[in-house]
């Protein structure tokens, strides 16, 4: 099947605001997420979009979604240098069938 | 939300020989979920585990090779048999929490030499 596509490094300064983009494939999604992977660890639930919403806040976090285009993007604000981690998308497929990541964004805060 | 406790955390194994990897969920779960994300990868999901029936491979995975367990609805494990470098991975279970997304364990860094 096609990837969920997302670019694999970003680099901010700490304070600055981060944006991780991510494309997806399935405009049948019901839900859209965001997991967060810091070093050695295993993977955190950070957020989740339904799909007939444009845009959800929750504290420094911003998810965007564009279902026209099949594009999330996730947006840092204050980015701290704790939030060097790996950012996945996740979408899911086939009406439920099969929960699929993105390849992983490897976000470094610079001090 | 579930939480979920998967070990051993790491290990070092020879190749040829096997590991079982175990995962405990503090609350019943219909589902649970087997993923591997070798070095700098994402995740691929290797099977899933429903209790009381055999686990469902995805393809390009086989039973032979990575048979699961699934004897209640709390725990699931899954074992990496007759080891190659090729298995090092972290390997990570994960169960459904609906439509709020999936809840992982910590994850298992296995290092094969």
């Known amino acids: 099947g096609e990837d969920v596509e997302q670019s694999l490094f970003l680099s901010v300064r700490e304070g600055d605001s981060s944006v991780i983009n991510c494309t997806y494939t399935d405009s049948s999604s019901t839900y859209l997420y965001w997991y967060k992977q810091e070093p050695g660890a295993g993977l955190q639930l950070l957020t989740y979009?339904?799909?007939?919403?444009d845009m959800k806040q929750d504290q420094r976090l911003t998810v965007l979604l564009n279902k026209k285009d099949k594009h999330l993007s996730l947006r840092i604000a204050d980015t701290q240098t704790g939030d060097s981690a790996i950012y996945f998308c996740?979408?899911?497929?086939?009406?439920?069938?099969?929960?699929?990541f993105g390849p992983g964004t490897r976000l470094s805060v610079l001090p | 939300s579930a939480v979920i406790s998967q070990k051993p955390s790491r290990d070092i194994c020879q190749r040829g020989t096997s590991l079982t990897i175990q995962c405990q969920v503090d609350s019943q779960v219909t589902m649970m979920f087997w993923y591997r994300q070798q070095p700098g990868q994402s995740l691929t999901l290797i099977a899933t585990a429903n209790q009381g029936s055999e686990a469902t491979y995805e393809s390009g995975f086989v039973i032979d090779k990575f048979p699961i367990s699934r004897p209640n609805l709390t725990f699931s494990t899954l074992t990496v048999s007759n080891m190659s470098p090729e298995d090092s991975s972290i390997y990570l279970c994960?169960?459904?929490?609906?439509?709020?997304?999936?809840?992982f364990g910590s994850g298992t860094r296995l290092t094969v030499v």
């Open positions: 996740a979408e899911i497929r086939n009406y439920g069938q099969n929960f699929v």
């Open positions: 994960s169960v459904d929490k609906g439509n709020s997304g999936y809840t």
């Open positions: 979009i339904f799909s007939n919403m």
